[in-house]
């Protein structure tokens, strides 16, 4: 079973629309939670950083919450834009072994006008 | 900087064949990640290196493939032989010292298609 796991898998939205997307993880004890945007044909960015002490940290349009107790984030883009079309993956990084990342599958953003 | 550089970006081959993936890191980062992409299980990373040393590379899936990294500035993953089921995104990622929070960069990967 995935540690990270994402929903929904796909969504279409109208430009101009809010969303949220949903992170349910199992990775404990985790340092932090990061949340990537991948276009196509490129490679993923990183959007925003939550340690486990953090509920909230945004970047623009992008505002990612974490709620440690219940192990779920989500990312909210606020005001969507055509260019906001990309796939959004939720990343864990443990307390140990560090670089040894647990990556959601992500999900399917599509902004339509 | 140019950031993390790979080629080729696309590559078709036949099962059988060899195939060598490059990456050229952020120059002055110590760690160097290899990953795979596909639509059913996402990415996953293959191995990673630091200071050009191989750390982890649990996530190769068999024997056939390789990867080595003889100086900073230069890393190669092989598969040989390849087979259809490689096909996939192959990503390099590289970041500075590990401190918890540090951001791997991701050079925009090869589509690899094997025939």
């Known amino acids: 079973k995935n540690q990270v796991e994402q929903s929904p898998q796909s969504l279409i939205i109208l430009e101009g629309k809010n969303c949220t997307l949903q992170?349910?993880?199992?990775?404990?004890?985790?340092?932090?939670l990061r949340w990537y945007k991948q276009d196509t044909g490129r490679g993923p960015v990183s959007l925003t950083i939550?340690?486990?002490?953090?509920n909230t940290k945004s970047n623009g349009r992008y505002t990612a919450t974490l709620d440690a107790d219940t192990k779920q984030s989500s990312l909210h883009i606020t005001a969507s834009q055509l260019s906001d079309s990309a796939s959004y993956i939720c990343?864990?990084?443990?307390?140990?072994?560090?670089?040894?990342?647990?990556f959601g599958t992500g999900t399917r953003l599509t902004v339509i006008p | 900087d140019a950031g993390v550089i790979q080629s080729p970006r696309h590559e078709v081959t036949e099962m059988g064949q060899e195939v060598t993936l490059r990456c050229k890191p952020i120059?002055?980062?110590?760690?160097l990640f290899w990953y795979r992409q596909t639509m059913m299980r996402g990415l996953e990373l293959l191995i990673y290196?630091?200071?050009?040393?191989?750390?982890?590379d649990s996530g190769m899936p068999e024997d056939r493939f390789s990867a080595k990294m003889p100086n900073a500035s230069f890393s190669t993953l092989k598969i040989q032989p390849s087979e259809p089921r490689d096909s996939a995104v192959y990503f390099c990622?590289?970041?500075?010292?590990?401190?918890?929070?540090?951001?791997?960069?991701f050079g925009p990967g090869t589509r690899l298609l094997v025939l």
């Open positions: 939550m340690t486990f002490s953090e």
């Open positions: 990343v864990v990084r443990p307390q140990t072994g560090a670089n040894n990342l647990f």
């Open positions: 120059s002055g980062h110590d760690y």
């Open positions: 290196f630091n200071n050009n040393v191989p750390i982890d």
């Open positions: 992170c349910n993880y199992t990775v404990s004890p985790f340092s932090n």
């Open positions: 990622a590289s970041s500075g010292r590990v401190a918890g929070s540090e951001t791997q960069y």
